[in-house]
């Protein structure tokens, strides 16, 4: 069960998380999913105030989503943005604004850790649609690596480090649909708080972090 595998962490290990966890002992972990406010931004006129609350924070948990491809040779642009802040989240529609000037100087500004997840990608996506320098981001992955944990994956490593388990199911969706459901909304959000929250669950641990280079 996982409890043994939490044990056998703690004696081989300096912290106190599982190294590994499986697929059965991750389905019999409850449901948990971000509760709080969600705020679409599709209009770069509205960007200012989000902005200015923005860089008020020290860390704020990251992600993107594009559409899905199915065809060989086709590809998306970056259609959301998911900024997570300790009391609400955003979601930054670049399918129907790109990146304004204003986001711009988030994803450059070394004072705001933004935290994510196997970042690198995302980072080379984002640059198709507007160039920018990235500083002051941090992936989650090379530091779970370097502790020992196996898994990488974000719905494992929230079963190890946040002891509950995330939805998938809406990950393959229309990205770039006129409106986004409840169930994207939801999910979108989710997945850029739970890469804040296992931050601050690692720092908690005093688990040393290095930003991307």
Known sequence: MIYQSFMKASQENTHPFAINIERRELNQLELGQYEGPINVISNANLLQGVVEEIISEKQIGFDTESKPVFVKGVYN???????ALPKKVYLLRTNQMGIPSELKLVL???????IGLALSNDLVDLKKLRHFKPA????LQPV????GIKAQGLRKLCGILLGFRISKSAQVSNWEAPTLSEKQLRYAAT??????EMYHKLKAHNIPFSEMH
């Open 77 to 83: 642009h970056v259609a959301l943005i998911q900024i």
């Open 108 to 114: 450059e500004n070394p004072q705001i850790k933004k």
């Open 136 to 139: 002051g981001f941090i992936d």
């Open 144 to 147: 779970t690596k370097q502790i």
């Open 191 to 196: 997945d850029a708080w739970a890469c804040l």
